[in-house]
C-alpha cells in the first residue's frame, strides 16, 4: 500500500552566492546645472541579505555620493559640462558574508547653455576702399577678410553662434555673415561724408526658445579709404572664366595685369569678395581656385573682385571684376512633383480623353535639365506623352468598373549619365467622375500689405469626363478680404489686410463639376507675413527729470520706453540721442537696446541749468519706422566750491589760525546765518583742528611738531538756520610745513581792480605779490561765485604773478572775483 503526499519547498540562495547587479550597465544623464543633492539613480542588486553599495572607482573629485544601503546615488559638488562631461564609475556591492560583485555606472552631463559667449578680440578694425563695389569684402590689418569671432564654451545648439549688426544706421553700409562674421559692404560708402565708421557687431545664442539667453558686443572700426584717381587701367572691362561643377582640383582661372606698368614696378593683389574658395597671388595677380568643390545648384556664377595698388601703397588703387561661371554637371535626378498622383476616369470614357498629368523638376541647367517620360512597362489602356501626359489609350469594357490600375512613370534627364526617378500613378475607373485637385493642401505666405487684386495661388482640378468645372470659397474668409475666379480658381486680395487683426487664413475651396454636380474641397493656408506699417510709440512725449549738478559720470538719468504694434524684427526696437546745436547730447549717453540714459560728463548748474534732448526710437523694419520724444533735465544747484587750502609751519602756537572758511548766502534773516562744522572720519584731524562754529576760522588745538610731510584732507560743513534747513559742504586740504619752511604770504590781503570793458586782450592789469622766501608759482583757482575766472577771461603769469586780460569782456553781463594760488 502507497502513501503519496504534496509539499511545497523554497530553495533560497547561499550567502556565500555574490549579489547580483539588475544591470551590468547603467546609463543616465543629468544636467550640469543640478544642484547638489539631485537625485541620480538607484542602484539594484538582488540578494538574499543585506548588501553594502559603495562607489570604488571613477568618482573624480567626489563628484556623486551613494546611500551604502538603499544604492540611491546623487549629486555631492557642483557638476561643469565643459570641464568633464562623462563620469564612468564601477559600484561596488557587498553582502553580509563578504562576498561582491559590481556594476559600471556611467553618468552624462547634459550642456546647458551657462557660458557667454567671448570675442576674440576686444575690438577689430577694418578698413575698404570708397569705390569698392557692393558686396565688397572689408579687409583687416593684414588685407585678410576682417572676420568677427567668438568662442562659445558650450555645445551643440548651445555653442551655435548668431552675429549681427545693432545699429540701423550701419546697416545701411555693411553687412555681416550670421554665422561665420564675414564683413561686407551693401551699401555705397562716400569718404568724404563718413571717414570714419564705428559700429557694434552682437551675436545671439540660439538655444531653445531663448533665442539670445546669452549676448555679447565688441566695437568694429572700419576705415573708409578715399578714393584717388588711378592711372592703373587693364586690357579689358571684365575678366571671364569658367569652374567645373563639384571639382576639386586647384584651377588658375586668370592672370590679372593692369596696362602700361614700368617694367619690374611691383603691384600688389587683393581679394574684396566673401568667398574663401578664390585665391589671388599677392603679387603675382593671378586668380585661382583653392579646391573646394562648387555646386552650381546653390550658386551657378560668382563676381569676384580684385583691388589693385602699387608698391603695397593705399593711395593708388583700381578695382576689376572676375565673372566666374560654375559649368554645371548632371549631378541632380528628376523629382516628381505634387506627389502622390491619383485619378479617376469614367468607365464609358473615349479613347483620348485625358487622366491626370505628371510633372517633373531637375535642379540641374541645359539638356542635363530636358525631361521626358515614358512608363516603367507597357500598358493596356493608358499611354503617355514625353510631356507627361497620360490618356486613354483603350475603351474599359463593364467588368472593368472599380478596378484600379497602380502605373509607375520613369522621368528621365538627356545629361551623361542620364538620371531618372519613378512615381506611382493610381487610377481608379469609376462610375462618375469626382473633380481631382493638383494639390491636397495649399499655403502661400503673402505680406500683408500686399496690394488689392494681387494674385495670390492658382487652384487647378481636373475631371476625367472632360466637363467645365467651376471655383468658389466655402468657408473661412468671414469679412470677404479674397475671392476666386469662378472659371480659373486663382484666388486674390479684394480687401486690405492686416496681420495685427487677423494673421492666418484658412479658405475651404471647392471645385465643382458644373454638369454632375460632384465636387472636391481643398484647403488653403493664407499666412500674412507682418509688414513694418507701424511706428514705434513713447510713453511720453516728454519726460522732466531733476538730477543734481553732483551727480557722477555714469548716474542713470532716467529710462525712455517705447513700444511698437508689430512683430518680430519689426517691433525690435533701437534708442538714439540726436546730435543737434538745439540738444545738449554731449553730456549724455543712451543704452540702443533698453533706452536708458546715462550722464557722461559732470553737469554744472552754474553754467547750465536745464538740459534738453532729442530721442528717436528706431525699430528693426525695412524701411524703419521712427518716432521722437523730448528730453528736458533740470540740473539741481549744490554747493561746488573749490576747495580750500593752506600750509601751516609745524612750530606754530596752540590756536593759531590756519585758514577761514567762508559761505555765502543770498537769504536774508535767520535764513542766511550760518553754522560751521568740521566733517571727517579721521580721528586726527579733530586732534589736530578746531572750527569756530560761527566764524569759519580753522585754528590748531596743539602743536604739530613731529607732523611735518603731513597732510590732512577733510570736509567743512556750511549749514543755514532755516527752515528747512539748507546745507552744502567744501573739501580742505592742510599741509604741515617744516619750521624752516615759510609759507607765502601775499602783499595784499585783497585786491581789487576796475578796468574797462573795452580793454585789449592781453593787457596787464595787475601784479598780486607774495612775500616768501621760497620760490612760488602762481595759478588762479575758481573764485566764491559762478564767475570766477569763467571760460578762462584771465591769466597769471606763473612766476610773476602778473594778471593779464585773456579774453574779451563785456560789462553788462558780470564781474570777475577770482581767488590766486599761489
Known amino acids: 500500500m502507497n502513501i503519496v503526499s504534496t509539499f511545497q519547498m523554497d530553495v533560497t540562495s547561499s550567502e556565500n552566492t555574490t549579489p547580483k547587479f539588475t544591470k551590468q550597465q547603467l546609463s543616465v544623464e543629468i544636467s550640469e546645472r543640478a544642484p547638489v543633492g539631485t537625485f541620480v539613480c538607484s542602484i539594484k542588486a538582488s540578494r538574499q541579505s543585506s548588501v553594502l553599495y559603495q562607489i570604488k572607482e571613477g568618482n573624480i573629485n567626489n563628484s556623486f555620493s551613494i546611500n551604502a544601503r538603499s544604492g540611491v546615488v546623487i549629486t555631492q559638488n557642483l557638476l561643469d559640462y565643459e570641464t568633464l562631461p562623462l563620469y564612468k564609475m564601477v559600484v561596488l556591492g ?134 584717388t584717381e588711378s592711372t592703373m587701367k587693364f586690357d579689358r572691362y571684365l575678366y571671364t572664366a569658367t569652374v567645373e561643377e563639384n571639382s576639386s582640383e586647384r584651377k588658375m582661372l586668370v592672370v590679372i595685369s593692369p596696362v602700361g606698368r614700368h617694367k619690374n614696378e611691383p603691384m600688389f593683389y587683393t581679394l574684396l569678395s566673401v568667398d574663401t574658395r578664390f585665391q589671388v597671388g599677392r603679387t603675382s595677380g593671378v586668380l585661382s581656385t583653392n579646391g573646394v568643390p562648387f555646386d552650381r545648384e546653390d550658386e551657378s556664377s560668382f563676381d569676384v573682385v580684385v583691388e589693385v595698388s602699387k608698391r603695397g601703397e593705399t593711395s593708388e588703387v583700381a578695382h576689376v571684376c572676375v565673372k566666374v561661371t560654375v559649368k554645371d554637371v548632371n549631378d541632380n535626378a528628376p523629382v516628381f512633383v505634387n506627389l502622390p498622383y491619383r485619378a479617376e476616369v469614367q468607365v464609358d470614357a473615349d479613347i483620348g480623353q485625358p487622366v491626370v498629368q505628371v510633372t517633373a523638376t531637375d535642379r540641374d541647367a541645359g539638356r542635363n535639365a530636358h525631361i521626358h517620360y515614358r512608363f516603367q512597362e507597357p500598358q493596356e489602356h493608358f499611354r503617355i506623352t514625353p510631356s507627361g501626359e497620360i490618356s486613354l489609350k483603350r475603351r474599359f469594357k463593364e467588368e472593368n468598373l472599380r478596378t484600379k490600375f497602380a502605373v509607375y512613370v520613369v522621368a528621365e534627364d538627356e545629361g551623361e549619365p542620364v538620371l531618372s526617378s519613378t512615381a506611382e500613378v493610381q487610377i481608379s475607373v469609376v462610375k462618375k467622375v469626382i473633380p481631382v485637385l493638383e494639390k491636397s493642401f495649399y499655403a502661400v505666405e503673402i505680406p500683408e500689405n500686399v496690394q488689392l487684386h494681387t494674385p495670390l495661388v492658382h487652384i487647378q482640378a481636373n475631371s476625367s469626363a472632360g466637363t467645365r468645372l467651376v471655383y468658389s470659397i466655402s468657408e473661412g474668409d468671414p469679412f470677404h478680404h479674397f475671392s476666386i475666379g469662378f472659371n480659373t480658381g486663382v484666388i486674390e486680395v479684394v480687401r486690405a489686410l492686416d496681420y495685427e487683426t487677423l494673421p492666418v487664413y484658412r479658405l475651404s475651396v471647392r471645385a465643382t463639376d458644373s454638369l454632375a454636380g460632384a465636387h472636391a474641397t481643398v484647403f488653403v493656408n493664407i499666412t500674412l507675413v507682418d509688414v513694418n506699417d507701424n511706428s514705434p510709440v513713447f510713453t511720453k512725449a516728454v519726460y522732466t527729470v531733476s538730477l543734481s549738478e553732483a551727480s557722477v559720470v555714469g548716474t542713470l538719468v532716467l529710462q525712455v520706453l517705447a513700444s511698437d504694434a508689430d512683430s518680430g524684427s519689426n517691433k525690435a526696437l533701437f534708442y538714439q540721442l540726436i546730435e543737434d546745436r538745439n540738444y545738449d547730447s554731449d553730456f549724455f549717453r543712451i543704452d540702443p537696446s533698453g533706452g536708458a540714459i546715462w550722464t557722461t560728463h559732470m553737469l554744472d548748474h552754474e553754467k547750465i541749468q536745464k538740459h534738453f534732448l532729442k530721442v528717436i526710437v528706431v525699430d528693426g523694419g525695412a524701411p524703419a519706422l521712427s518716432s521722437d520724444a523730448t528730453v528736458v533735465i533740470d540740473v539741481v544747484d549744490v554747493n561746488d566750491n573749490s576747495p580750500y587750502r593752506a600750509s601751516i609751519a609745524s612750530h606754530v602756537s596752540k590756536g593759531t589760525t590756519v585758514l577761514k572758511i567762508a559761505a555765502t548766502d543770498l537769504d536774508v534773516g535767520i535764513n542766511a546765518d550760518i553754522l560751521y562744522a568740521i566733517e571727517t572720519s579721521i580721528e586726527k584731524v579733530e586732534e589736530k583742528f578746531a572750527l569756530e562754529t560761527h566764524s569759519g576760522v580753522i585754528v590748531t588745538k596743539e602743536s604739530l611738531i613731529g607732523l611735518e610731510g603731513d597732510f590732512y584732507s577733510f570736509h567743512v560743513r556750511a549749514k543755514d538756520a532755516g527752515s528747512p534747513s539748507r546745507q552744502s559742504l567744501v573739501p580742505v586740504y592742510v599741509s604741515v610745513l617744516r619750521p624752516d619752511v615759510h609759507a607765502p604770504i601775499f602783499s595784499e590781503p585783497h585786491y581789487r581792480f576796475s578796468i574797462s570793458e573795452d580793454l585789449l586782450i592781453g593787457t596787464e592789469i595787475g601784479v598780486i605779490q607774495a612775500e616768501t622766501e621760497e620760490s612760488v608759482i602762481y595759478s588762479l583757482v575758481r573764485g566764491n561765485t559762478p564767475e570766477g575766472n569763467r571760460e578762462g577771461t584771465f591769466a597769471i603769469d606763473h612766476d610773476t604773478g602778473l594778471l593779464k586780460l585773456k579774453k574779451r569782456i563785456d560789462h553788462e553781463i558780470t564781474r570777475w572775483p577770482m581767488n590766486n594760488d599761489e
Open 94 to 227: 557587498t553582502n553580509l558574508s563578504g562576498m561582491t560583485s559590481n556594476t559600471t555606472l556611467q553618468i552624462r552631463l547634459k550642456d546647458e547653455n551657462d557660458n557667454a559667449p567671448i570675442f576674440s578680440q576686444v575690438e577689430f578694425t577694418g578698413k575698404v576702399n570708397e569705390s569698392a563695389p557692393l558686396n565688397s569684402t572689408i579687409l583687416a590689418g593684414d588685407d585678410s577678410p576682417l572676420v568677427v569671432r567668438a568662442l562659445d564654451m558650450d555645445s551643440g545648439a548651445n555653442g551655435r553662434l548668431v552675429y549681427r549688426i545693432v545699429e540701423p544706421s550701419a546697416q545701411n553700409y555693411f553687412a555681416i555673415d550670421s554665422s561665420t562674421g564675414a564683413v561686407r559692404t551693401v551699401g555705397s560708402l562716400d569718404y568724404e561724408q563718413r571717414r570714419f565708421l564705428q559700429f557694434t557687431v552682437q551675436y545671439q545664442l540660439t538655444v531653445n526658445v531663448s533665442d539670445g539667453r546669452f549676448s555679447s558686443a565688441v566695437p568694429v572700426i572700419i576705415n573708409v579709404k578715399e578714393r
